[in-house]
C-alpha cells in the first residue's frame, strides 16, 4: 500500500429495514448515505472526495458513530459528539456549522438559515448547500422547512424529513405546525 494512501472505512447500520452506510476518515466521519440510497452511493462519494483512498469495512472504527445514531434514534442523543469531517467548500461548511446550531426538535427556514449565514439573497445557495450536506442526521439538514412550514427538500424524501422531526418533537416534548406537501 502507498503509504500516502488515505484509508476511509465505512461500515453499515440497520434500523429496521433501512440501511445506512457510514464512512470515516482519519480525522472524522465523513459520509453518511439515508435509507434510499445505495453503497454504490458512498463509494461514488468517497471516490470523489478522496481519489487515491482505499476503503475498508470497519465496524470497530466506526462503533461509535453507530452508538451515537443508535441513541439518536432511541430518542436518547439530542446532539452529536464524534468527530466530523464533512470536507465542502467554505460556503457549505458556513451553512453545514449553522445547521448543527439549529436546537434539537425546532425548525428553520431556508430564508432564516441564508440570514444566519449572513447571505440573505442566497437562499437557492443554501438550499443547495442542504442538498451535498455528506453528513444528514449528524448535521441536521432535515430541521430546514419551506418559508411557509411545508416539508421540502429532503435527500432522504419527505416521509424520512417527517419520521426524523416527528421522532425529535416526541422526544422533546415539542409540538410545532409543519404541513407535508
Given at each position: 500500500m502507498n503509504s500516502n494512501q488515505e484509508v476511509i472505512y465505512w461500515a453499515p447500520y440497520s434500523r429496521g429495514r433501512s440501511q445506512f452506510y457510514?464512512?470515516?476518515?482519519?480525522?472524522?466521519l465523513c459520509c453518511i448515505t439515508l435509507p434510499n440510497e445505495s453503497f454504490?452511493?458512498?463509494?461514488?462519494?468517497i471516490i470523489k472526495r478522496y481519489p487515491r483512498a482505499r476503503?475498508?469495512?470497519?465496524d470497530d472504527r466506526l462503533a461509535?458513530?453507530?452508538r451515537e445514531l443508535d441513541e439518536y434514534f432511541h430518542?436518547?442523543?439530542?446532539?452529536?459528539?464524534s468527530p466530523l469531517d464533512p470536507g465542502g467548500t467554505p460556503f457549505q461548511q458556513q451553512v453545514w456549522n449553522e445547521l448543527r446550531q439549529i436546537p434539537y426538535g425546532q425548525t428553520r427556514s431556508?430564508?432564516?438559515?441564508?440570514d444566519a449565514v449572513r447571505r440573505p439573497k442566497a437562499v437557492r445557495a443554501v438550499g443547495a448547500a442542504n442538498a451535498n450536506n455528506p453528513l444528514p442526521i449528524f448535521v441536521p439538514c432535515h430541521r430546514v422547512i419551506g418559508k411557509n412550514a411545508k416539508l421540502v427538500g429532503y435527500r432522504g424524501?419527505?416521509?424520512l424529513k417527517s419520521e426524523l422531526l416527528e421522532l425529535e418533537r416526541q422526544t422533546n416534548g415539542i409540538r410545532t405546525s409543519i404541513r407535508a406537501e
Open positions: 457510514l464512512s470515516a476518515s482519519e480525522r472524522g454504490i452511493r458512498l463509494e461514488r462519494q476503503m475498508v469495512r470497519s461509535s458513530y453507530i430518542g436518547i442523543r439530542t446532539r452529536f459528539e431556508y430564508s432564516e438559515l441564508a424524501g419527505i416521509d
